[in-house]
């Protein structure tokens, strides 16, 4: 089993619509969450970051952390084209200098 | 420099070949970190400098792998008698200092083809 899951998709929605995009972990020392967004053949690109549990809001993005349930979700709302992409998670232990576990990555396609 | 440089963006080489890649990390980040990602797959940890030192290279799948970082600033990572599965995108991230707390800026990458 990964230390991070991540559904990878695709997922595809409407213009507009409510994303939920969301990975499980296994490892509870981790202390710190991000959201990266991908284009493709580009390098990820840092959404969000949270630190511990609780929510974060940033524009038509919201992050959110549940270290009881080992889950973390990233919601977009009002979502448009352009934020068609690949979104991955990555969670890191301080202890570990900053190294980085990501997930798979979710494929999202918004229509016009 | 304004963000992280990779080069090349793209490298062809035969298999049992050497080949390096350049990172130029952004002006006054202290970490440095090398990933690798395979199609379909989140990026996977390789190796990280804090200075000019290895900290950690736990990710290095095997000794045909190397990397350094003399001069604290730029970065090469060497790959030796090139295999198939070496095939993948190698990111390139840096940080203001090692912790993760304020995340990371990456290249684009170089896109290592092993023929």
């Known amino acids: 089993q990964k230390e991070v899951e991540q559904d990878p998709g695709p997922l595809s929605v409407p213009e507009g619509a409510i994303v939920s995009l969301n990975c499980t972990y296994s490892?509870?020392?981790?202390?710190?969450f991000m959201w990266y967004r991908q284009y493709s053949r580009k390098g990820p690109e840092l959404l969000m970051y949270t630190y511990s549990s609780g929510n974060k809001e940033d524009g038509r993005f919201t992050a959110q952390v549940d270290k009881s349930s080992k889950y973390i979700s990233l919601f977009i709302r009002d979502s448009q084209p352009s934020d068609s992409a690949t979104y991955l998670c990555a969670m890191s232990d301080w202890n570990q200098g900053g190294k980085l576990i990501f997930g798979q990555g979710t494929e999202l396609s918004v229509k016009p | 420099g304004a963000g992280v440089s990779q080069t090349p963006s793209n490298k062809v080489t035969e298999k049992g070949k050497y080949v390096e890649l350049r990172c130029d990390p952004i002006s006054g980040h202290t970490a440095l970190y090398w990933y690798r990602q395979s199609l379909g797959q989140g990026p996977e940890f390789l190796i990280y400098f804090q200075g000019t030192g290895a900290a950690d290279d736990s990710g290095l799948p095997n000794d045909r792998f190397f990397a350094v970082r003399p001069e604290g600033s730029v970065s090469t990572l060497k790959i030796q008698r090139t295999e198939r599965g070496d095939s993948a995108v190698y990111l390139c991230?840096?940080?203001?200092?090692?912790?993760?707390?304020?995340?990371?800026?990456f290249g684009s990458g170089t896109r290592l083809t092993v023929v």
């Open positions: 991230a840096s940080s203001l200092n090692a912790g993760g707390d304020y995340g990371y800026t």
């Open positions: 490892n509870s020392a981790f202390q710190y």
